[in-house]
Structure formats: structure tokens, C-alpha cells
């Protein structure tokens, strides 16, 4: 049974806190995506990995970062959390091209910033 | 740049009934993948159903179908003999048919099922 794993499913920091939120896949996937989703926005692409150490930036990549050293596990880092920033964060995997693979996603973590 | 539309944010249907949900696109490619994608409230998002626009058969999985009009790149769900697990947030996304490509999703329309 292949797998997305977040480590939080629920997560609350303070405002200015460095948070990182991890992702993994044991599915040898090359791709990894970090998406946010608030309501009536639907998910929004935050940044994705196509190998170890690549990374390009999606649609609203400010005040995140991402790190991705093993094929295996993705990082999404806030610097400086802001209560913007507060927001459902799911990660996803997949095999590298071919437009019709299938995205698997992880169960999401929570965030909340106070 | 592609954008995906969902028109109705939230739909609802009586348990064993047939419910269509809309999803418009916009791209200028000719050759694409459309997928539908289910998230219950557990919040694990699935793979409902995925649409080659070079096949003009409508994609099909069990009560799951598709109308794919591809003139008027309109991509909707049918789901047919609702049951109370269908109830769930449901997500249009497009991905280009070349190239190592992001899904672009819509707003997504949230489903429930009356019993």
C-alpha cells in the first residue's frame, strides 16, 4: 500500500517561529509537491521537488521554503510564521512525467499560528 | 497559464440518487490530462477518475463517470447511486500532457449526501 506521510496532523506555533513541516514517500517517487489549502481557495501549489535537491516554486512560494536531501523526504519550512499563514498544508508524491500518473497525498497537517 | 474553474461550492444529493458536479478549464493546449480528486473528511485525498483529452471516450469507474466536452472544456463528474461515503470535498485538476507538470486544481465543491 503505497504512503504519504506527514509527520503532524496537528500543529500550532507562535508568531516569528521557524516551523518545518516533513513529508515522506516510500514509493521511490521522484516528485514531490507541497500544496496549501484554505477554504474557497481550493489547493494552491506552494513549491515542488522533482529530485533530490531541485526544487521549483509554485504559485505563492513567499515565506516558505523547502528543503529536499533524501528522495524519500520533502521539508516545507516557514522562516518567520505569520498568522497568514495558518492553513491546512498537504504534501503529495509522484512518478516524474507522464501528464495522466497519479498524485498520492499525505493526510495533511493542520497549522495553526497564534 | 491553465486555470480550472468549479462553478458550485457546495452540492447535495439524497443517498441513492445521481449527482453532477461542473468543472470548466482553460488552457491552450490541445493535448492534456483531466482528473477528478476526492478528499472525505478524513482528509486523505483519492484519486477518483482521469480523462486523456486525446480519447473521446468518457472515463468511467464504477458509479464514477465523466463528460468530457472538450470544445467547450467542460470536464464534469457524475456520480450515480449516491451513498453516504460519497460525502466529501471533490477537486477538478488539469495537468499538461508533456513535461514534468504540477496538477492545477480548482476551488473544489463540497458534496453531501442526505440520507
Known amino acids: 500500500d503505497v504512503k504519504v506521510t506527514q509527520s503532524s496532523r496537528y500543529l500550532v506555533k507562535r508568531t516569528g517561529e521557524k516551523v518545518f513541516l516533513e513529508c515522506v514517500q516510500d514509493?521511490?517517487?521522484?516528485?514531490m509537491f507541497w500544496y496549501r489549502q484554505d477554504p474557497g481557495l481550493g489547493l494552491r501549489l506552494i513549491y515542488f521537488s522533482y529530485d533530490v535537491k531541485m526544487k521549483e516554486k509554485g504559485d505563492i512560494p513567499e515565506g516558505y521554503s523547502v528543503s529536499r536531501e533524501k528522495k524519500e523526504r520533502f521539508s516545507l519550512i516557514l522562516e518567520s510564521a505569520s498568522t497568514n499563514q495558518t492553513s491546512m498544508y498537504l504534501c503529495?508524491?509522484?512518478?516524474?512525467?507522464?501528464?495522466?500518473?497519479?498524485?498520492?497525498f499525505g493526510q495533511g497537517t493542520r497549522l495553526t499560528v497564534v | 497559464a491553465q486555470t480550472v474553474t468549479q462553478s458550485q461550492p457546495e452540492m447535495s444529493v439524497q443517498e441513492a440518487e445521481t449527482v453532477t458536479l461542473s468543472c470548466t478549464y482553460d488552457?491552450?493546449?490541445?493535448?492534456?490530462?483531466l482528473f477528478w480528486y476526492k478528499q472525505p473528511p478524513s482528509r486523505q485525498m483519492i484519486l477518483v477518475i482521469r480523462q486523456e483529452a486525446y480519447k473521446q471516450q468518457n472515463a468511467t469507474e464504477n458509479r464514477f463517470s465523466v463528460n468530457f466536452q472538450k470544445a467547450a472544456k467542460s470536464f464534469s463528474l457524475k456520480i450515480s447511486d449516491s451513498q453516504l461515503g460519497d460525502a466529501a470535498m471533490y477537486f477538478c485538476?488539469?495537468?499538461?500532457?508533456?513535461?514534468?507538470?504540477?496538477?492545477?486544481f480548482g476551488k473544489g465543491t463540497r458534496l453531501s449526501v442526505i440520507a
Open positions: 488552457t491552450s493546449e490541445s493535448d492534456y490530462y
Open positions: 503529495a508524491s509522484s512518478l516524474r512525467g507522464g501528464g495522466n500518473t497519479e498524485a498520492f
Open positions: 485538476a488539469y495537468r499538461r500532457f508533456s513535461g514534468n507538470t504540477p496538477l492545477v
Open positions: 514509493m521511490d517517487h521522484e516528485n
